[in-house]
């Protein structure tokens, strides 16, 4: 499985140390980033988080897929390639 995630539906508060925080909580986390405007340096609302093992990046989403965090239900899924 590929160990890394896509984290959508946060509110735009979520920090890249709160999705650490949090998220650690499954297993030991490679990386973990919040995507923010490069103009306006604001949240977009989304973020990835990237396991060390695949078995734990599996954990985490059914640990935190469509939990609460901040008021919003987080979507949790395995990360797909950016489209062109």
Do not use: C, H, W
């Not at 539906?9 to 980033?33: M, P």
């Amino acid at each position: 499985m590929n160990n890394k995630l896509y984290v959508g539906n946060l509110d735009y508060s979520v920090t890249t140390d709160d999705l650490r925080k949090v998220f650690s909580e499954a297993g030991e986390i490679a990386d973990a980033t919040v995507i923010t405007d490069r103009a306006t340096g604001r949240s977009k609302g989304f973020g990835f988080v990237e396991f060390a093992d695949g078995d734990v990046a599996q954990k985490a989403i059914d640990m935190f897929n469509e939990k609460d965090m901040n008021g919003r239900k987080m979507v949790v899924n395995v990360a797909r390639p950016r489209e062109e």
